[in-house]
């Protein structure tokens, strides 16, 4: 991600802090879940990476407007390999929670673990391609303390659902060789 945008400091950390606290309101009521008929399907983009989806996490809310699909990923900075280092992150992660469900717009995401690469992903559905764009400016600040600076990169594809591309359906036009184009669900 470019310096120009991300969300400065203390405008990215009041957005966090805000979303933490609508996060909580919303584990008090119950209207977070993590169902599992997406995990252990694995996800294959066109760049020849394959990662698979090991958590799932949805809100209680109307269908989405205005859809969009956010993709984002990062490389963890020490960890490497395929030992204890990830499976640690992908237990830790659970707490991470709490900076994503409380923004506006939030539907739902896929937890992909890390590809041959040691890339971790995050495919997102938003109501509002603005307001993914605003998650993920403040994201940046939370991934930079466990992440290679230049592994973070997000790919924000506006018009189309989560479950629509996880079914092949809505391709993005042009058929894109990108790292964020998902090719293929088993």
Known sequence: ?????RLPFRPAMAALGLCIVT???MLARRTVHLPRRNVGRR??????????VYRETTVDRDEASDPCVLVVSFRLRWVRGWGWGHRLFRWESMLNT?????????????????????VYR??????GPASAEAYVRALWWA?????EKDSIRHQVVPG?????VLAGV???????????????VS
Request: hydrophobic fraction near 45%.
């Open 1 to 5: 991600m470019r310096e120009s945008q």
């Open 23 to 25: 996060t909580g309101r």
């Open 43 to 52: 996800l294959s983009f066109a760049d020849g990476s394959t990662a698979v």
């Open 98 to 118: 709490v900076l994503f469900v409380g923004f506006p717009g939030f539907v739902s995401k896929l937890w992909l673990a890390h590809d041959r690469n040691g």
């Open 122 to 127: 995050g495919l997102y559905e938003w109501d």
């Open 143 to 147: 991934l930079i303390v466990v992440s």
């Open 160 to 164: 189309i659902r989560r479950d629509a």
């Open 170 to 184: 809505g391709d993005v036009e042009p058929p894109a060789r990108e790292w964020w184009n998902l090719v293929g």
